[in-house]
């Protein structure tokens, strides 16, 4: 059954950069005909689309973010990060890691979400 | 501001049918499929519709989507008390190029 795990600091000041690590179990990245991306929820609001990547490096990134996100994946690694620089309050959410599943063109795994709280 | 357009709220009794809108335009729902996610309280959202009326193995059959033109709906069907959670629609947006998400719909089962 694959899995997907978050991982990186709940706290980051303000103005610095927020990384997040998501471990792929189960299954492999590469070679992989899906996307793996990042979807947020800030506390007590709804869901938005950070972006996804294809193990070959092709990305896809929310426009209202574009400048800030960057999406990596390291298959070695079987791992997909995140960088969100220049964060801000409103960067505060639950942050996910899923699969989006290119038949389907929907995220069919999640992983359980990660906190990030920005203030100084 | 969401992109898609759902109901803050919904409730039934159980084993009552319930179903829940989302509205949106051409450039998403009009032209591309729509999923739903179940999101129980405290944890990560949960697949339960994917293109339009799918179900993902392990859904109940309770469960069904449906689309027309620029909207779709979830309904579910004999309503029990794990059914509540929060509702999100979902569907690739040809302008802004990329997935966009309803605000969700809180469901209350009295």
């Known amino acids: 059954q694959l899995q997907l795990q978050e991982s990186g600091p709940g706290l980051v000041k303000p103005s610095e950069t927020l990384s997040l690590t998501c471990t792929v179990s189960?299954?492999?990245?590469?070679?992989?005909?899906?996307?793996w991306g990042w979807i947020r929820q800030p506390p007590g609001k709804g869901l938005q689309w950070i972006g996804h990547?294809?193990?070959?490096?092709?990305?896809y990134y929310n426009s209202s973010l574009m400048s800030r996100v960057t999406i990596s994946v390291d298959t070695s690694k079987n791992q997909f990060s995140l960088r969100l620089s220049s964060v801000s309050a409103a960067d505060t959410a639950l942050y996910y890691c899923v699969r989006r599943n290119s038949g389907w063109r929907a995220f069919d795994y999640w992983g359980q979400g990660t906190l990030v709280t920005v203030s100084s | 501001q969401s992109v898609l357009t759902q109901p803050p709220s919904a409730s039934g009794t159980p084993g009552q049918r319930v179903t829940i809108s989302c509205s949106g335009s051409?450039?998403?729902?009009?032209?591309?499929?729509v999923n739903w996610y179940q999101q129980l309280p405290g944890s990560a959202p949960k697949l339960l519709i994917y293109?339009?009326?799918q179900r993902p193995s392990g859904v109940p059959d309770r469960f069904s989507g449906s689309r027309s033109g620029t909207s779709a709906s979830l309904a579910i069907s004999g309503l029990q008390s794990e059914d509540e959670a929060d509702y999100y629609c979902?569907?690739?947006?040809?302008?802004?190029?990329?997935?966009?998400f309803g605000g969700g719909t809180e469901l209350t089962v009295l």
């Open positions: 189960g299954g492999s990245i590469s070679g992989s005909s899906h996307y």
């Open positions: 051409s450039s998403n729902i009009g032209s591309n499929p």
């Open positions: 979902a569907a690739w947006d040809d302008s802004l190029i990329g997935p966009v």
């Open positions: 990547i294809f193990y070959t490096g092709s990305t």
């Open positions: 293109s339009n009326n």
